[in-house]
T-cell receptor, first 115, second 114 residues
Framework: DAGVIQSPRHEVTEMGQEVTLRCKPI?????LFWYRQTMMRGLELLIY????????DSGMPEDRFSAKMPNASFSTLKIQPSEPRDSAVYFC?????????????FGPGTRLTVL | AQSVAQPEDQVNVAEGNPLTVKCTYS??????LFWYVQYPNRGLQFLLK??????LVKGSYGFEAEFNKSQTSFHLKKPSALVSDSALYFC????????????FGKGTKLSVKP
């Protein structure tokens, strides 16, 4: 299995530009999570989906952030317009619901730098 | 409400010595408990989890963790630390009665010196 795939791995953009991060979860997993990691705030959950439906988006910082999951194998996290304080590493994770504890498997992350 | 506490921001250990990374949790029901490790510039990697049964859980790379219900703890341990164990370690919890999300601790940086 290829694991969770994220693209791009690195993104450098200028303030005000739109940024789109992409994630392909592990095949068959029905939960997908977006996290953000910074030195100051640690690991933060932004939003998660179950069967392509957003369940909890309370961690999305503001309206500039949006996430979609059009099908079971693809999700995007969009920032429009981007700001320097959005600079962070963004992780996608997926898991399979069930009685075995829902282990989340993380992708390698996208390192976003907003200048 | 669910929560996880990792009381130590950093743990320093000499190579070959035993290591412990502490974790305590709070859930309303019975927990699922997890440990993840993050190496520099990498994503989080699953190490081990407690679901039910034996309180001592063995995981990857020689790590183990002991579930202690009375102390609501799930400390990560290894009998003999390696320099390559140096990384950031995260504890996570989910109430068995809930679905979906895990609650992660803030992480503990483990530094193993030769």
């Amino acid at each position: 299995d290829a694991g969770v795939i994220q693209s791009p791995r690195h993104e450098v953009t200028e303030m005000g530009q739109e940024v789109t991060l992409r994630c392909k979860p592990i095949s068959g997993h029905d939960y997908l999570f977006w996290y953000r990691q910074t030195m100051m705030r640690g690991l933060e959950l932004l939003i998660y989906f179950n069967n392509n439906v957003p369940i909890d988006d309370s961690g999305m910082p503001e309206d500039r952030f949006s996430a979609k999951m059009p099908n079971a194998s693809f999700s995007t996290l969009k920032i429009q317009p981007s700001e320097p304080r959005d600079s962070a590493v963004y992780f996608c994770a997926s898991s399979l619901a069930g009685a075995k504890g829902d282990t989340q498997y993380f992708g390698p992350g996208t390192r976003l730098t907003v200048l | 409400a669910q929560s996880v506490a990792q009381p130590e921001d950093q743990v320093n250990v000499a190579e070959g010595n035993p290591l412990t990374v502490k974790c305590t949790y709070s859930v309303s029901g019975n927990p699922y408990l997890f440990w993840y490790v993050q190496y520099p510039n990498r994503g989080l990697q699953f190490l081990l989890k407690y679901i039910t049964g034996d309180n001592l859980v063995k995981g990857s790379y020689g790590f183990e963790a002991e579930f202690n219900k009375s102390q609501t703890s799930f400390h990560l341990k290894k009998p003999s630390a390696l320099v390559s164990d140096s990384a950031l370690y995260f504890c996570a919890v989910r109430d068995r009665g809930s679905q979906g999300n895990l609650i992660f601790g803030k992480g503990t940086k483990l530094s193993v010196k030769p």
